[in-house]
């Protein structure tokens, strides 16, 4: 009897038992009539770069890589799209005739959400990002791609934000582009979208945003998700936004890509993006 080889793809990440990164991949191999395996691999500090090498060795097709091995993963190889370049990290990887190549498809995941599941208009938008490490870094060249006129980058460390300002100003030509200190938010004008690329979230942390950054009709995204409003969102909300995101659909929207990189057919998100809420927010 004739045994099907079954292509196997995984996330790997430290720690990777929470990733939803399996259940999204299998949604979108069923509705595209795919057979694959996808699991989670916990990867170790010391020896991720051994395991991805003896992921694909073993014939493994595609690998996503999460935190906090997405800058090694970029190392791993020298074949990489621009996006990958720019944001100085890879969370996909596959192989092709010439070996493992990277990619990142956060930056993008994070424009379509916007775009095609929020309605956002990003053409000639100004654009606050909160925080400036791996997550800010990576969606800085796809929001210029998607048409925002000008990004605004406020940190904590305010020399953390000028380095990413100027780093990128270089690799990706990345235009209109400026730093400004936490204590300088009290002093801008209003922004179009706030994006909240920090860890705040993650940790529960209130950033204590002043309301002057908001617009009457402002979007206020964040990066992260979880069971309820984030720290941020709440903090927005209370500043009178109505238009509040978490970073659901950029989950899904990433892995799309990464799907679509992988298999050439892109998978439909809007079921997944709700079957996937609803299984993380309770119902009340
Ligand atoms: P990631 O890869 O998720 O971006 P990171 O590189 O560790 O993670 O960056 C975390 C970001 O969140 C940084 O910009 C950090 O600010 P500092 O560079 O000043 O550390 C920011 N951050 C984390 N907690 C924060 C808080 N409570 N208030 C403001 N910024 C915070």
């Known amino acids: 009897m004739e045994t099907e080889l079954i292509a196997r ?19 979108f191999a069923v509705s595209t009539g795919r057979n694959i395996r996808y699991e989670r691999i916990e990867g170790s500090l010391p020896g991720f ?12 097709s595609g690998l996503n890589v999460t935190l906090p091995f997405k ?13 990958a370049l720019c944001a100085g990290a890879a969370n996909t990887l596959g192989f ?16 379509r959400d916007l775009v095609n599941n929020l309605g956002v208009e990003l053409q000639g938008a100004d654009v606050l990002i909160l925080g400036a490490g791996g997550a800010a870094r990576g969606v800085i060249q796809p929001l210029f791609e998607a048409g925002a006129s000008a990004l605004w980058v406020v940190n904590r ?72 409003l984030t720290p941020f969102l709440q903090n927005a909300q209370q500043l009178g936004v109505t238009r509040l995101s978490d970073g659901l659909g950029m989950l899904v929207e990433q892995a799309a890509e990464s799907f ?10 809007r079921g997944v993006i709700g079957g996937l809420r609803s299984r993380i927010t309770p119902p009340v």
């Open 9 to 27: 793809y995984a996330v790997i990440g430290h720690p990777i038992t929470h990733s939803r990164s399996p259940e999204i991949h299998a949604a």
């Open 49 to 60: 770069e051994e395991e991805a090498l003896r992921f694909f060795e073993e014939g493994g």
């Open 71 to 83: 800058e090694r993963a970029l190392a791993l190889t020298s074949r990489c799209t621009e996006r």
């Open 96 to 111: 092709g005739p010439e070996g493992i190549w990277a990619d990142n498809t956060d930056g993008v995941g994070l424009v």
């Open 157 to 228: 460390t305010r020399a953390r934000a000028e380095r990413l300002v100027a780093e990128l100003g270089v690799v990706c030509a990345a235009k209109s582009m400026q730093s400004v200190s936490w204590s300088d938010l009290s002093t801008l004008q209003g922004f179009n979208l706030i994006l909240n690329a920090t860890s705040s979230s993650v940790n529960g942390e209130w950033l204590g945003l002043p309301d002057n950054i908001f617009l009457k009709d402002s979007w206020a995204y964040d990066l992260g998700y979880g069971q309820s």
């Open 260 to 269: 679509q990189a992988w298999h050439g057919v892109r998978p439909e998100t």
